[in-house]
């Protein structure tokens, strides 16, 4: 298995896991891999360390975060989970029929309300070739389940 860093023309990094060199080169090649934010299909390779498997030695430690960094970190994430309960309070959840109800207020035949939904790059495609705005936004799973 080989797992590498990416990234794709918007800068966005992620990671992707292929069976080997040749699969991902195959898999660039034919155009298959997509950012998971942009669906940006203009991938490249970053550098990377190898990681070595020695016999007898331990898993490597990670470098500890400074406590600075873990700060940032908590702030960033402290400020994602706000903006989403944000976008969830402020839009109706149509889930699946989300393209659908889109249309449907775009053209007017439905009352022009915030929504938020499920789509599918195809969907998302179509619905940006007929002039309706559509914005991803991951929202976490904390948030998708009912509080007790």
């Keep these: 298995m080989k797992v590498y860093n990416l990234n ?3 800068g966005h990094r992620f990671e992707g896991w292929f069976s080997s060199e040749d699969d991902f080169i195959a898999q660039c090649d034919a155009r298959k891999i997509e950012c998971p ?49 944000d976008v969830i309070a402020a839009t109706d959840d149509v889930g699946a029929g989300f393209a659908e109800e889109a249309r449907r207020i775009h053209y007017q035949e439905a009352p022009p309300r ?17 002039g309706i705005d559509v914005v991803q936004f991951p929202i976490p799973d904390a948030l998708k389940r009912p509080l007790h």
Excluded at 114 to 130: N, S
């Design 114 to 130: 915030a929504i938020r939904g499920v789509t599918t790059r195809h969907e998302r495609d179509a619905l940006r070739d007929e």
């Design 8 to 10: 794709c023309g918007h």
């Design 37 to 85: 934010l942009c669906d940006d299909r203009s991938i490249n390779r970053l550098p990377s360390a190898p990681h070595l498997s020695l016999s007898g030695s331990t898993q490597p430690n990670p470098k500890p975060q400074s406590e600075p960094e873990k700060e940032a970190v908590e702030l960033l994430r402290a400020q994602w989970m706000e903006m989403a309960r």
